[in-house]
Structure formats: C-alpha cells, structure tokens
C-alpha cells in the first residue's frame, strides 16, 4: 500500500513512505493484545477510478462515533432498524444517554491524497487507533479546502458542491467491519471518484463525495490483465445488481475489490480502432480472488 500525503515529492521520499507504512502494518499485525475496555480500528482508503490525470482530495481529520453502552462492536439485533435493513432513517446519535455515545479522533496523517494512485486495488492506511469498546454507529470525515483535479494535465480546483459541508458522515453498523483479530476491526473506504466529481460547464468541476465501504473478508475481488496498452481499455464488472469499474495501469494489469459473492459479466470498453470484448459468467466468491486469462484485444 501507498500512502500520499502530499502530492509532490522525490521518488525517494515515496520510497522511504513505503517502508515506514510496510512497518507499521507488519507490527500492527503483530502487536500486543488490545488492552481491556478499548478496540482498535483501522480504515484504508481506495478509489473508484475516475477519467482524470489526478484527484486530489485534501484529508484534515477521521472521527468515529462509538456507543459505548453497546459493548460488543459485533452484529446483531441492534443492527436493525424498523425496516430490518440495519440503517436508520433518523439520526440515533440520541437512542442512548449523552455519556455513551461519543467521538473519538483516529490518528491520521492529514494533506493532500491522489486518489487516483488508489486504483486497481492499492490502498493506504488512512486512520486508525484505540476507542473505548462499543459498537461504532458512524465514520466522520473531515476535508480541507486543498481540493483539485488534474485533467490533460491542467489543474483545476475542486469546490464542495453548493450547500455541502466539508464534513462527511458515513453511517455503519457493527457487521459491516472485519473483526481480522481480537478487538482489533478494520474497513475498506472506497471514494468514488468518478461520482464524486461533477462537471458543471467545461473547466469548472464541483466535489460531492460519494464513499462507500466493504471488507475483504465479506466480498471477493477480480484481477486480470488487458493488453495493448494502446487499446486504452476501461474496463466495466457487473451483474444486475451492482456495477465496478477498472481502469488498468500501464502494463495493463488491473483489479477490482469490493465486489458481492455472484456471478458478473466483465466489459472491456477498447478505443484506437480495437474491438470491444465481453466475458460472461465470472464466478466471484466471498472472500477470494477470482483471476482472468490474460486478454487480448484486436482490430
């Protein structure tokens, strides 16, 4: 994983990232027992891709809301609502006494994240740290005002949308997160860039974040590879129910994660004269990796 706090820098300075996020992920996984009362959680960010040169996001702060009453941060019948659907309609940030529920800030590195060095199925830890136990009802982001795009290499900034508030709020429930240790609860951010980003009139693009969320353990992923890098292949997974998208990298390996156990018709969108190609009946399994022949397009 890669994680982008500012977008300019030596190679050398992305390297050295690397190595002290290698670090950290290989003594989280191996760090002592969370200690008693609290949990730990982490959120990684990846990206749904977008047709831009860069989508710059500028990341302030990551709060979580945590019901402390409810000590268990597992799924059950708390989870649901009136609609059996776990999501509440209304805010219940007040379902329980003023002391149990409350925020806590995870430890984050705040600046500038390219969202699109996310693609394909590369992430970065965005936050994590100790909370007191308890059932996490809500994710909080907050961004700054750094936002921007790149687009045939002319940056362009990135407003809010009018009307919205540089704080984001998703709602969670209990089951949605992986419990990979004891105590110890993670969860995929996904920051649709392509949804996000709206065009208003040529040069003037608005932000209006759409993020969702997923597990490794609860979903499968999808890798392949495309070729000729010149084809420009975009590559669409889908079913009747749910839609993915890829856009390969250079040597045109790509991936895509997230996507519910089924079976899903993958897409290959090719331009420069290459012919378009559909694969039928591609088997995604909980938990696993399905993996694609190499493709080959033609004229």
Known sequence: MKLIPKLYGSLAVV???AIVLYACSKNESA????PPGQQHVSLYLTDGPGFFD???IDIRSVKVLVDTCSKSNGNDDDDKDEHGNGHHDGDDDHDKADSCVIWQTLA???GVYDLLSLRNGADTLLANGLIPKGKIKKIQLTLGP?????????????KLFPGMQSTITIKVKGGDWDEYATDRFRLWLDFDATRSVIKVRDGVFYLRPVILFFTVKATGSLEGRVLPREAFP????FNATDTAYALPWGNGEFRVRGLKAGSYSVFINASNGYKDTTITNVAIQQGKETDLPTITLHK
């Open 15 to 17: 390297a050295i990232a």
């Open 31 to 34: 760090s002592m027992a969370v």
């Open 54 to 56: 860069k989508v710059l």
């Open 108 to 110: 984050i590195t705040p």
């Open 146 to 158: 750094n936002n921007s795009l790149v687009k045939d290499s002319v940056t362009y900034p990135l």
């Open 234 to 237: 975009v590559i669409s997974v």
